[in-house]
């Protein structure tokens, strides 16, 4: 069996307090005493601070090639769970390792190298950039690489042609449909031949049509270039067409 590419170990996620803030001033009774249950309670700003644990102590292995979806719940932690395996947010405790590399012992700049070099990523809301063109957008991630102007267009043009979008590839995202700008974005994703492709929720914008035909275009790449990807998703169709699925509930393996 070939090496893990990703591991989690004892993984644990917790949010502090800022974004859950309750104003106590107007509650009486039984709310207050719900509130001063809060771990913290802080009276001199009138407010509540709740710390929400997303994740929960979780030890997982991705291999190379997988085909994986993450389900669960909304608020089960799928979010959470991609953002700290794109190393876009970090553990509260436990280590995340990537080819046997812990990533908390990165320096900053080489966290961004890390994600820049190996790592895709697909938003359920596309996230194109809305002045460029489709080619443009594509063609960003190599620019931040330092690729040649022309190696990078020829990569990104194969990239657009993959996703069957070539001759769409000089008009802007508002000119396109939903099922084509996250077409742009998985060619985005791709462009630079990334160990790893994480989509969180990637067909929950789009029709049933157009995400079946995004999942066979995921399907292909993983089937012939060995890519590897990890979505989450609580899409019936998406789920029965992954190789693996993982649950979660609350921050943990079901
Ligand atoms: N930035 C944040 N600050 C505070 N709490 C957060 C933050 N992001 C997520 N949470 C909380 O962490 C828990 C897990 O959220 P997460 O977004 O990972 O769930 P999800 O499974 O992706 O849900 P959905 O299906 O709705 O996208 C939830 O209770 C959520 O409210
Ligand atoms: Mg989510």
Do not use: C, W
Not at 7 to 19: D, F, M, R
Not at 87 to 116: H, I, M, T, V, Y
Not at 122 to 128: A, D, E, G, K, Y
């Amino acid at each position: 069996m070939s090496k893990p590419l990703i591991s989690l170990e004892n993984v644990t996620k917790i949010y502090e307090g800022s974004e859950q803030m309750f104003e106590y001033g107007y509650f009486t009774g039984n709310v207050i005493k719900k509130l001063k249950s809060f771990q913290k309670f802080d009276f001199m700003n009138n407010a509540a601070l709740l710390d929400v644990i997303a994740l929960k102590e979780l030890t997982l292995e991705f291999f190379p090639g997988e085909f994986t979806a993450i389900a669960g719940p909304s608020g089960s932690g799928k979010s959470t769970l991609l953002n700290i395996i794109g190393a876009l947010d970090f553990p509260s405790k436990g280590k995340l390792f990537f080819e046997g590399r812990e990533l908390s012992s990165l320096s900053a700049n080489e966290l961004a190298d890390f994600r820049l070099l190996s790592l895709g990523f697909i938003f359920q809301s596309f996230n194109l950039i809305p002045v460029l063109t489709a080619l443009e957008n594509v063609e960003y991630v190599l620019t931040l690489q330092g690729l040649p102007r022309k190696k990078r267009r020829e990569k990104s043009l194969q990239a657009l042609e993959l996703v069957g979008l070539k001759h769409e590839a000089h008009r802007v995202p508002s000119q396109l449909s939903g099922g084509q700008q996250q077409r742009v974005a998985i060619a985005r994703a791709i462009v630079h031949d990334p160990k790893v492709v994480l989509a969180d929720e990637p067909t929950a914008n789009l029709d049933s049509k157009t995400s079946e035909s995004l999942l066979n275009l995921m399907q292909d790449l993983n089937k012939n270039s060995g890519m590897t990807f990890i979505f989450s998703s609580h899409d019936a169709l998406i789920l029965s067409r992954a190789k693996r699925v993982i649950q979660i509930r609350d921050g943990m393996l079901v």
